[in-house]
């Protein structure tokens, strides 16, 4: 399958810069996978798409301030993403150490000091793995006080601005509260505290899982078949009282976001789960999905509208097929919606 399949054109001033003014009057595009019938609504119209009985998965990942702006001992400016605790291939953590894209990367070499926050928060390089560099924090007190302090947040690369105080809010879930995220699980962005109390009310269940977004759901996929592009493992936990509602498929499961779908597959796919005993379930996945892909878990999916060529794009593309999201995506261009993390959003159904 070539990467190509998953191109399309998008008008630059539809690239959502800011989100909407309330998060639940962002536009919905609701799509109904067996007729191919689309529908336009306001996102809190939501409510009428839930039947008594349906599971809601939500992702309550907390993204973390992660942007520092600092400058080398030589005096050069540098602008570090902090992608969270170093960890080996099995999982067990670096103590002390973290895995942090920095730019540039010229004089940053092994043994190199980065001074951040005035000097509150200093770091040395102490290892390069992959053209990602490796710094131990010296700083007094915890280090995730000190992001909270004086980080700021990660916005995509193509919000062309600053950050703002309100992205402290906007750019995270209502839910959020398990932090070790670098980009928001941004089909949850549009959910309110009232709007998710008003689900539960139609006896809807409403579930979390956790899955920490890392950086690979910015990397490009560079692959002409896509088959041979690798995901990046992400920390995923999820517990056992989801997982036996699952497995009871009377009722219809609705996953928030690609995140939130990739742990349930993740866990509903990989044989080392089937027939055993339930329990809660943590670990790294790097489940790629992709048109040919059987679900085993999701009956229906709530997302953004993604960039062209990536691998969120292509699960989307896999859970509805990919000339019916091609037919969408034209559509909702002609319709104007706001594409991307602070955009509109749409109902896979």
Known sequence: MK?????YILPKELIAQHPAEKRDESRLLVLRRDTGKIEHRIFRDIVGYFNPGDLLVLNNTKVMPARLIGRKETGGKVEALVLGLAHSEEGIEHRGEYEVLLKPTRGCEVGSKIIFCNGELNTEVVRIENGRRFLKFNCNGNFEKMLDKFGEMPLPPYIKRETIDSDIER?????????GAVAAPTAGLHFTKGLLEDISKKRVDVEYVTLHVGYGTF??????????????????????DVIEKIRNKKRK???????????????????QYAGRRTQDEQGWTDLFIYPGYEFKAVDGLLTNFHLPKTTLLMLVAAFCGRNLLSKTYEEAIKEKYRFYSYGDVMLII
Do not use: P, W
């Open 3 to 7: 990467l190509s399949d998953f191109d």
């Open 219 to 240: 990397k490009q996929v560079r692959s002409k078949d896509i088959k041979d592009h690798e995901m990046e493992k992400e920390y995923f936990e999820i517990k056992k």
């Open 171 to 179: 750019y995270q879930t209502v839910y959020a509260s398990k932090g």
């Open 253 to 271: 499961v609705m996953a928030v976001g690609t995140t939130t779908c990739r742990v349930l597959e993740t866990v509903f796919l990989n044989t």
